[in-house]
Each structure stands twice: as C-alpha cells, then as structure tokens.
C-alpha cells in the first residue's frame, strides 16, 4: 500500500481543498456544482448505513472479521436511519468501508433483505476491503452513482469493463489498488467509463477525455466482428 501515501494523497487533498474553497466546506468530493449557485447534493448528506470496522488508523490492514450486517446495527451517521415496521432500513446509501470483504457473492441477497428500497442504492462504499475483482453483483444496482473501491486488491485493469453497464455511475475511485501502477491507468479508466465526473477525487477535465480518447485509439484495437459468410 505504499503507493496509498504518495502521490495520490497530495493529489486528493489539493482537490478536496479546492472544492471546499468553490462550494464551500460542506461538501465532499463527490459533489458538484450545478450552474452558478445550486450545488447538489453530498452523497453524506442522507441517511446511510455504515459497518465500517471501529479499528484504530494503526490497525487499519490488520485482519479482523467482517461485519455480519443482518445482526450488527449500523453505525450512527449525521442523519438518524429510519427503520420501518417490518425491520427494514430506509437508506441510499451503503458503508462498508475498512472491513476485510473479499467476496460479494451475497451482497445482493443480504441488502434485499436489509433495505426497504434495495435497487434505490446510489452510493455503495466499499473502501479499504481486500476485494479482488469488481464483482458482477454491483452492477445489478442500476442507479448506482457513486462508487468507492480504493484501498482493494484490484489487479487487472480490464475488471473496469464491467461498470460501462452503469448509466448513472458518476463518481468512482480506484485508488490503492495495484491497477493504480498500470501504464493509462487513468485514461483507461475514463475511455471505459465516460460517464464519470470525477474519478480517484479528481474532476475530469475536458482535457482528460480528450487525452482518454487518444489514447485508447492508440493502445485499445477494435474487435473485429467477423461474418459469416451467407450460404446460397
């Protein structure tokens, strides 16, 4: 995780502080301004379910077992989380960050049965895990918009292919995955997906797309679809 403290962090703390200073301190990195004075809204400012580890910074890599969400209560947030009658929880929002998940092949199962609203998930926080892959069940949540997976063990850079299926995706970090060493991380990242306004903290540029779009004309060879030739 060496390069988690390098670069990347001066990087992200120099964006964080812009931001504050245009849309105010309030807002986190996922927000963006909409025209001249609305500003939408910060993916903290809803009620969301959070079972982060309690672990120390010191022990933020040490092994622990992860959270068993249909037993442990959610940790509080800035916005109480209503429950309603049937033990179900009202939220967009999803935090399981700092935890040692490796695997999601129950995910979709268990926030079925967690959340009221299970396809309403907007924000999946799944930060400083040991993921592997980007598995396939987190593009079953349509109208995901803002997704975190920094801080995994991500190896192969074409695992970002399986995110193009997510219309609303805006803002996604990779960060402190070992894809981060890969030569056009970024600009493959951002020829694969679009859609993103920011990717890794950062706003993407018109510059960016540009210098995106080069170079996977440079680097990606288009599959050739061949025919099949018609039998008379």
């Given at each position: 995780?060496?390069?988690?403290?390098?670069?990347?962090?001066?990087?992200?703390?120099?964006?964080?502080?812009?931001?504050?200073?245009?849309?105010?301190?309030?807002?986190?990195?996922?927000?963006?301004?909409?025209?001249p004075?609305?500003?939408?809204?910060?993916?903290?400012?809803?009620p969301?379910?959070?079972?982060?580890?309690?672990?120390?910074?010191?022990?933020?890599?040490?092994?622990?077992?992860?959270?068993?969400?249909?037993?442990?209560?959610?940790?509080?947030?800035?916005?109480?989380?209503?429950?309603?009658?049937?033990?179900?929880?009202?939220?967009?929002?999803?935090?399981?960050?700092?935890?040692?998940?490796?695997?999601?092949?129950?995910f979709?199962?268990?926030?079925?049965?967690?959340?009221?609203?299970?396809?309403?998930?907007?924000?999946?926080?799944?930060?400083?895990?040991?993921?592997?892959?980007i598995?396939?069940?987190?593009?079953?949540?349509?109208?995901?918009?803002?997704?975190?997976?920094?801080?995994?063990?991500i190896?192969?850079?074409?695992?970002?292919?399986?995110?193009?299926?997510?219309?609303?995706?805006?803002?996604?970090?990779?960060?402190?995955?070992?894809?981060?060493?890969?030569?056009?991380?970024?600009?493959?990242?951002?020829?694969?997906?679009?859609?993103?306004?920011?990717f890794?903290?950062?706003?993407?540029?018109?510059?960016?797309?540009?210098?995106?779009?080069?170079?996977?004309?440079?680097?990606?060879?288009?599959?050739?679809?061949?025919?099949?030739?018609?039998?008379?």
């Amino acid at each position: 995780y060496k390069h988690l403290f390098g670069a990347t962090v001066t990087r992200m703390a120099e964006n964080l502080l812009a931001a504050s200073r245009r849309v105010g301190s309030t807002l986190c990195a996922c927000s963006r301004a909409v025209g001249p004075v609305q500003v939408e809204p910060c993916c903290q400012a809803v009620p969301s379910c959070s079972w982060h580890s309690r672990r120390p910074p010191s022990a933020l890599f040490a092994a622990s077992p992860p959270p068993d969400l249909l037993t442990e209560e959610p940790r509080p947030g800035l916005r109480p989380i209503r429950r309603l009658e049937g033990g179900r929880l009202l939220t967009q929002a999803v935090r399981l960050n700092n935890n040692t998940l490796n695997d999601l092949t129950d995910f979709p199962d268990i926030m079925e049965k967690l959340l009221e609203y299970p396809l309403d998930i907007y924000w999946i926080d799944l930060s400083f895990n040991d993921l592997p892959n980007i598995d396939r069940v987190l593009t079953t949540f349509y109208n995901l918009r803002n997704l975190n997976l920094h801080g995994n063990s991500i190896q192969q850079l074409s695992e970002v292919d399986k995110l193009a299926v997510l219309p609303h995706l805006r803002n996604l970090t990779l960060h402190g995955n070992p894809i981060e060493e890969d030569k056009g991380y970024r600009s493959y990242v951002l020829s694969t997906l679009p859609q993103l306004k920011n990717f890794d903290f950062s706003g993407v540029t018109k510059l960016d797309r540009s210098t995106a779009a080069v170079w996977r004309r440079m680097n990606i060879k288009p599959k050739v679809i061949r025919k099949k030739r018609e039998r008379y």
